[in-house]
């Protein structure tokens, strides 16, 4: 019998976030629904415009869609500590980057609002301005996903200070940082909501089982050695319970608190 988890087909498009942090939910799963590979940002903008019904969704930006998603089960991504795909580097002390530029990923959508509220409130200092653009580029930059995995093991010539935001976000805190959620399109039928729920759930417990295939498939094309994507695979949260609920509310009581819900620069 195959252990191979198979969603029949659905009227939902599914968005999968196109970095191997999101490969277990997917690596169970057999579907002949259409699915969309894209980056975070890109992920929330499909789902505002009504191309995509349910994906692993920027928390920042389910915060902004709730009245058309919602939660499906507990599942997300979360981290208590390093996150190791998720930072900024700098080519000063981060204590130093008052008046200095901070160039952000295009992809990001939720790592945008953490590193400005470090920054700005755990480091203390105000950056001259956050822009889009380009690594490695302006006194500071933010990485995130595939990316920032092959920047963390090769280092980058002339930005010697790393800030890893999931390590920082504990620092600070103490508690859990949730950098996405699964969430679904409310008007889908119940029935469709239930069962895509268990789909993804089934095949979390297949992917995590072959965390060590997975990496093995992965390390040529992000150069990064098998063992340590395995290590990095299996540090994350994917179902999240009391103590991840709490550092998502937290986090949203911080973005209002300092008026940076709609912080998205261009």
């Known amino acids: 019998m195959s252990t191979t988890n198979r969603l029949a087909p659905k009227t939902a498009v599914i968005g999968r976030i196109s970095y191997l942090n999101t490969e277990p939910f997917f690596e169970g799963l057999e579907s002949e629904a259409e699915q969309r590979a894209v980056p975070p940002r890109e992920l929330a903008r499909l789902c505002r415009e009504g191309e995509v019904d349910v994906g692993a969704l920027p928390v920042a930006e389910l915060f902004r869609l709730e009245d058309v998603f919602e939660p499906l089960g507990q599942m997300g991504i979360a981290i208590r500590g390093p996150v190791t795909s998720v930072l900024c580097f700098s080519r000063v002390p981060f204590e130093e980057l008052g008046g200095r530029s901070v160039i952000l990923t295009r992809d990001s ?28 580029e302006g006194d500071a930059f933010l990485t995130i996903g595939d990316e920032a995995l092959r920047l963390q093991h090769h280092g980058v010539e002339g930005f010697p200070h790393v800030m890893d935001l999931g390590e920082a976000w504990l620092e600070w805190q103490g508690l859990p940082f949730v950098f996405a959620r699964w969430a679904v399109r409310r008007s889908l039928p119940e029935l469709e909501k239930s069962r895509l729920a268990g789909d993804f759930s089934r095949a979390l417990d297949i992917g995590l089982s072959r965390a060590g295939e997975i990496a093995e498939r992965r390390a040529p094309a992000l150069d990064v050695p098998a063992p340590a994507l395995e290590g990095y695979l299996r540090r994350f949260h994917y179902r999240l319970g009391r103590d991840e609920a709490r550092g998502e509310a937290l986090f949203r009581r911080l973005l209002e608190q300092h008026h940076l819900a709609e912080f998205d620069p261009r």
């Open 109 to 136: 959508a939720t790592s945008v609002r953490l590193l400005r509220l470090l920054l700005e409130q755990h480091v203390g200092v105000k950056p001259a301005g956050y822009a889009r653009g380009a690594a490695p």
